[in-house]
Structure formats: structure tokens, C-alpha cells
């Protein structure tokens, strides 16, 4: 069963399978950074509604056709903490 606040796995990486979870990870790593969301959108020169729309799950085009590909693919998107 899917729940509307994906959580991270038992390794503190994200599974992606939906909008949501996307939203999910990219608020939770965020946060963790102690961004706000307007000084993320600057840093990565981004309308901060852009950013605010990607962390509530909203669809974008993009989004879709990412998944779209990967769904195909059959493969899954994991995010991770990454040390660089």
C-alpha cells in the first residue's frame, strides 16, 4: 500500500515511482540541507512556485515523460545522499 508521504528506505535513500515521491525526497533532502525553499530555487535558478509544485507532487511534462521512460524500461530511480 502506497502512502501519500513516502518515507526513505531502511539505507536513507528515496524509491521514485511517482510525482509524489519525487516531491517527497526532493523536500526531504532540502530540508535536511536547511534550505528554504526560495534559497534552493535561487541556487539552482528555478522559480520557487517551480520548486514548490515539485515538492507537492505536481506533474509536471518533464516529470511524466521521465517516468514514462523508466516505466518502460522497467528500472525504478533512487535517490540517495550523494558525497560530492
Known amino acids: 500500500m502506497e502512502t501519500s508521504e513516502p518515507t526513505p528506505t531502511s539505507h ?14 526532493i523536500r526531504h533532502y532540502r530540508t535536511e540541507a536547511g534550505l ?8 539552482v535558478g528555478l522559480n520557487r512556485t517551480y520548486l514548490s509544485n515539485l515538492e507537492s507532487g505536481k506533474e509536471t511534462e518533464q516529470i511524466r515523460r521521465i517516468l514514462r521512460v523508466l516505466r518502460q524500461l522497467g528500472v525504478r530511480m533512487t535517490l540517495d545522499k550523494a558525497d560530492w
Open 12 to 25: 536513507g535513500s528515496y524509491r521514485v515511482y511517482t510525482p509524489e515521491s519525487l516531491g517527497a525526497a
Open 36 to 43: 528554504s525553499q526560495a534559497q534552493l530555487a535561487e541556487v
